[in-house]
């Protein structure tokens, strides 16, 4: 099997980068924003921060100066608010994904359809040098199976109703 050129993989892999690329200059500025939050609260940083803060607030607000004591209302407003926002953040962060994912699988789709058509016109092709060549064999009968068109409706429509059961 021919593997492909570094030509065309170098090709490829630099046509996704530029769509990530202009996906990314595309996105308003919440968008980003809400990006840039939940990658930094996904870091071990974060949580580290966050122990030291607690830990701050409480040792401060319990030993040294009681601007919020126990329990610690501010504090809890103050955690409450955070969770609200970030909740959000990744809510956004997850909605962008999940575009971007059904993107990458209606092109996942439009290749495999294509590289379906080009296996049956191959099929197509070798059956008709098979047929000129005078070769009968048990394989031509499944090639002549196999290069009939694959109608992407009826499959679905299989699926569905596999599922339905």
Known sequence: M???????????????????????A???WSQRMARRVTAWSSHVA???IHIAFFTAWILI?????K?????FTMLTTTVSLESIFLSLFVLISQNDMSIEADRRHKLDLQVNL??????????????????KLGIEDGARADAQRLSDDTNPKEILAEIVKTEEK
Do not use: C, M
């Not at 021919?2 to 990314?24: G, S």
């Not at 607000?61 to 100066?65: A, L, P, S, V, Y």
């Not at 601007?67 to 329990?71: G, M, T």
């Open 67 to 71: 601007f919020d004591p126990y329990p």
């Open 114 to 131: 294509l590289a379906e058509t080009e296996s049956t016109v191959s099929l197509r092709l070798l059956d008709k040098i098979a047929k």
């Open 2 to 24: 021919k593997q492909p050129t570094d030509d065309t993989v170098h090709k490829n892999i630099r046509a996704i980068y530029e769509h990530e690329k202009a996906q990314l």
């Open 61 to 65: 607000n319990t030993f040294i100066w």
């Open 46 to 48: 974060a949580i580290w």
């Open 26 to 28: 595309e996105a308003g």
